[in-house]
């Protein structure tokens, strides 16, 4: 598929069919995941994959606060049928290795990474990555969604899955087939896309 194809084909998909995902398409994703930039190379992220049902199963008992659960609604049943989940994580503590060698050290800059840079480059670059493996399951003919998981339910993600305490969930991404019903559109049904004159300032404010 043209890229220009991958990038306007790409909307959120909240509606799978229960048809396995190939695993060749899931490596797929994952190897263009890490092809994403990453501030000085450092790439803190790290990838969590549920691609058994058993596991997927687990990630959805483990994120959905019980009284969502106990009445799932649309969304919810439309997304717990994904085969694969992907959860990308944030590492800092690689940031701030990274950028204490050598190369990156030099120039007197403050050495915390969160007084060095303006905005946290290690949530960054787990988007860009997201962002990859949401385009690339749109090349591979399949759908996908990013979706936040509640801040109340990271503590039992974490137990559950046995994420290190330095890795940081930044989401989820469900990938699967799309369902031929995608009724439920979030946000993006609801809003208009701000177009490219009203964002961009060329040459100044
Ligand atoms: C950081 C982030 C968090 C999001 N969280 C959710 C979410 O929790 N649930 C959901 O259904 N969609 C979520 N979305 C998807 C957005 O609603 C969607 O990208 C937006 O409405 C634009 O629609 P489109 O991606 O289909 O073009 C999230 C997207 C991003 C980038």
Known sequence: ?????????????????????????????????????????????????????????????????????????????????????????ARESAYRERYAEPDKARGGEPQEPRERWAVPYWYVDAGMASLLMLLTAVDEGLGACFFGVPASRVAALRAEFGVPDDHEPVGAIAIGHPAADQAVRGSGGRRRRRPVEEVVHRGGW
């Open 1 to 89: 598929m043209e890229l220009r194809e991958v990038v306007v084909r790409r909307r959120m998909v909240r509606s799978f069919t229960e048809d396995p995902v190939p695993r060749e398409a899931v490596d797929r994703v994952l190897e263009h995941a890490v092809r994403a930039p990453s501030a000085g190379f450092s790439q803190g992220w790290a990838f969590l994959v549920l691609d058994a049902p058993d596991d997927v199963a687990r990630f959805w008992a483990a994120t959905t606060p019980p009284s969502r659960a106990a009445a799932p609604d649309r969304w919810l049943l439309g997304m717990r049928r994904a085969p694969v989940v992907v959860v990308p994580l």
